[in-house]
């Protein structure tokens, strides 16, 4: 009986907080949701992918198994880069780590520099099937308003980059910390 009186009292004042921020309230089940855009460059002048190991036999692997690859790709608002829209970097590896298909081990932090979430990071650890149409990672932690996080990211390919050596992703968020 008492827990349900306070349950009735705090709500207002919980409908008047997610009023106040809606870009990054929580939801009932305490998960905060956002977009962000994923920039992987392996083409051009300043890559932000780089091939940093391989096996003798991954150039000949149809999926380029156990090539390993260090990333420090732009995190956007959208999908473009335009100006003033980088709100962090994806900075971590990934390894074709399957035989049969592109499926990648993706070990990343997303580190926020700018926007809602500037000084805090999230750690996310998961298989990225990168031909399907949504992949889903996990978060296993972060730090600063993330330090404790668990949850969820959810990959959609927006663009694959196959004429302008950028692949465009869009990653949403679902966090709980
Ligand atoms: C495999 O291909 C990459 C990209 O073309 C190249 O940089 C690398 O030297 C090749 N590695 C081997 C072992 O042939
Ligand atoms: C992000 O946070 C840092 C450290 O508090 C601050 O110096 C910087 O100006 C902030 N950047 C933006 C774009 O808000």
Do not use: W
Not at 28 to 40: E, S
Not at 82 to 89: D, I, L, S
């Amino acid at each position: 009986m008492a827990t349900t009186t306070t349950k009735l009292f705090l709500l207002p004042l919980l409908l008047c907080a997610a009023a106040l921020s809606p870009a990054t309230a929580a939801d009932a089940d305490g998960f905060t949701t956002f977009k962000v855009y994923f920039h992987d460059i392996v083409g051009g002048t300043s890559p932000t992918a780089i091939r940093i190991a391989q096996a003798p036999s991954s150039n000949s692997s149809s999926t380029f198994f156990g090539a390993v690859v260090a990333i420090d790709d732009p995190l956007t608002t959208g999908p473009t880069r335009a100006a003033g829209t980088e709100v962090g970097r994806a900075q971590g590896t990934y390894t074709f780590a399957d035989q049969k298909t592109f499926g990648l081990l993706m070990v990343m932090n997303f580190v926020f520099t700018a926007g809602d979430h500037n000084g805090s990071s999230l750690s996310i650890l998961g298989r990225n099937e990168v031909l399907d149409d949504i992949r889903e990672m996990s978060i296993v932690g972060g730090s600063g308003k993330f330090r404790m996080a668990r949850g969820y990211v959810q990959a959609h390919t927006i663009d694959s980059g196959a004429t302008s050596g950028e692949t465009v992703v869009q990653y949403t968020v679902n966090v709980k910390a």
